[in-house]
């Protein structure tokens, strides 16, 4: 196949070390199972260079766009992408090859200690709608602090006293080696993460069957189903990463359980509801959801910011 002949895959990738880990777990995967020898590209992303908030430059799709573009360009043959940062709309001529294996989705606090014992008016960072309005409801006396950057640049603002402490994706912290830095797992009973968090997509061109194959080596069903079911609560309720979203959906015995949350920004209300259905309806199972988040007014609570 054409991939093998012209030697290594191309593998497009952002440049973070959170990205470059991933994708390089992604390439040793992939060799050991196709014997196919991959090579990371790095690409710059919107997301990479701007500075402003994400939910000021649209959220959707500013740490993927760059690499879609490489890819139908053909520069690279495939990327890897933090599924979280996927927008929900379908990409004409982009297929998702593969889903691999879900690493902790839980989102992570990073600071001197638990939520609970952290001091009246502790001062949290994130830039997260999803976990400020989650915070908020739990400690509605903090004071949450807008922040952008990487993993390293939020965790160095607490070791420099700017911020008590930050709330960062458990899997991220894994991927840079900076576990060290969390002093409290979210049970998702207390955070519902961000859908998709903690899994990856392999994305290349639609019209590359040979490829979707190859890649699709590493596809793992369950994270697909899980993350489906996430994803189209997100696509239903036509809202971004950026909104005050959180999912999360996993297999027990055979049936696949999905819980959803809409907050408002404020934290004064949420809406949440769990469901469980057959793995193999893992789309109905997300419809069926938002639309239930709907009916008790999810667009509502979204619609509001402070
Ligand atoms: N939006 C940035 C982003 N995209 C993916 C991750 C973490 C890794 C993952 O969830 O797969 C992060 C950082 C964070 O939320 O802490």
Redesign the pocket.
């Known amino acids: 196949m054409s991939t093998g002949s012209r030697g290594p895959l191309r593998l497009g990738t952002r440049k973070s070390l959170?990205a470059t880990t991933q994708s390089q777990g992604v390439a040793d995967a992939l060799s050991r199972l196709t014997g196919h020898a991959v090579e990371l590209v790095g690409v710059t992303t919107q997301g990479d260079v701007s500075k402003a908030l994400l939910a000021q430059i649209g959220g959707t799709g500013v740490f993927v766009n760059a690499l879609r573009d490489k890819v139908l360009s053909g520069e690279v043959d495939f990327a890897v992408h933090?599924l979280?940062?996927l927008p929900t709309s379908e990409t004409p001529g982009i297929a998702l090859a593969a889903t691999p294996a879900r690493d902790d989705a839980r989102d992570a606090l990073c600071g001197p200690a638990k939520l609970a014992d952290l001091p009246r008016g502790a001062r949290i960072g994130t830039g997260s709608p999803r976990r400020v309005a989650q915070l908020r409801a739990l400690r509605p006396d903090l004071e949450i602090v807008p922040i952008r950057g990487n993993?390293d640049t939020r965790l160095r603002k607490v070791t420099d006293g700017e911020l008590d402490a930050v709330v960062?994706?458990h899997?991220?912290l894994k991927r840079i080696g900076r576990l060290d830095a969390v002093s409290e797992v979210f049970d998702p009973d207390q955070m519902l993460p961000a859908p998709g968090?903690?899994?990856l997509a392999l994305e290349c061109r639609a019209d590359r069957d040979d490829l979707r194959a190859l890649l699709g080596t590493i596809d793992d069903a369950p994270t697909r189903r899980a993350v489906t079911a996430e994803r189209t609560v997100l696509a239903v309720l036509e809202a971004g990463c950026s909104a005050p979203v959180g999912t999360y959906a996993a297999e027990v015995d055979e049936r696949l359980h999905l819980t959803a949350t809409v907050a408002a920004y404020d934290g004064s209300r949420q809406v949440r509801l769990s469901a469980s259905g057959h793995p193999d309806a893992a789309e109905q199972l997300g419809r069926d959801l938002a639309d239930r988040l709907l009916a008790q007014g999810a667009d509502q609570l979204m619609g509001e910011r402070e």
Do not use: F, H, P
Request: glycine share 16%; aromatic share 0%; charged share 15%.
């Open positions: 959170m933090s979280k940062d993993a960062l994706a899997a991220g968090q903690g899994s």
